[in-house]
């Protein structure tokens, strides 16, 4: 669909049905120009192609995704993420894991994208949380302190 669109640095998906689409083979194959893409709507329940969905999107750092975004029905997955190597989500880009196994946003590359409730302040052992991120979805290391607004627990919060 977007194969070899280098010019693109960013594509907002989210309005796009997925929900019968079978292949999403080569979908975003050398999008090098691509740093972030939003399939925070894309439903996977049906897919079972997503070979070389991302191979080579080389300047690409953050997919949005949420639970709609399933692996159960893929029976081929090589190279989905080879050549990524900006990406960052749960965790940084390593060359040996590039299939649909990491395709989700508590164990692999994905960012939880997703609705936030209310902004508190932050006091006590709240800030030993583990799930902190910056405001653009990443993943801030653990019993981060970082000043201003943060996302904690799935709640947007302001450290002091």
């Not at 969905?53 to 953050?62: D, I, P, Q, R």
């Not at 164990?107 to 052992?125: A, Q």
């Not at 979805?137 to 653990?142: D, H, S, V």
Request: proline residues 1%; charged residues 15%.
């Amino acid at each position: 669909m977007f194969s070899g669109c280098s010019g693109l640095t960013s594509l907002n998906l989210s309005s796009f049905n997925t929900e019968n689409v079978k292949s999403m083979w080569q979908m975003f194959y050398k999008c090098s120009g691509l740093t972030s893409l939003d399939l925070s709507n894309f439903n996977t329940a049906n897919v079972t192609d997503m070979s070389d969905m991302f191979w080579y999107c080389s300047g690409l750092v953050t997919i949005y995704a949420s639970d709609l975004f399933t692996t159960e029905s893929v029976t081929s997955s090589s190279s989905m993420f080879d050549g990524c190597t900006s990406l960052v989500g749960a965790i940084s880009y390593d060359p040996n894991k590039t299939d649909a196994t990491y395709a989700n946003y508590t164990t692999g590359y994905f960012t939880l994208k997703g609705n936030v409730s209310g902004i508190v302040n932050v006091y006590g052992d709240e800030r030993k949380a583990t799930e902190t991120y910056d405001l653009s979805g990443r993943r801030l290391p653990a019993g981060s302190q970082q000043k201003g607004l943060v996302i904690r627990n799935g709640k947007v919060v302001y450290n002091k």
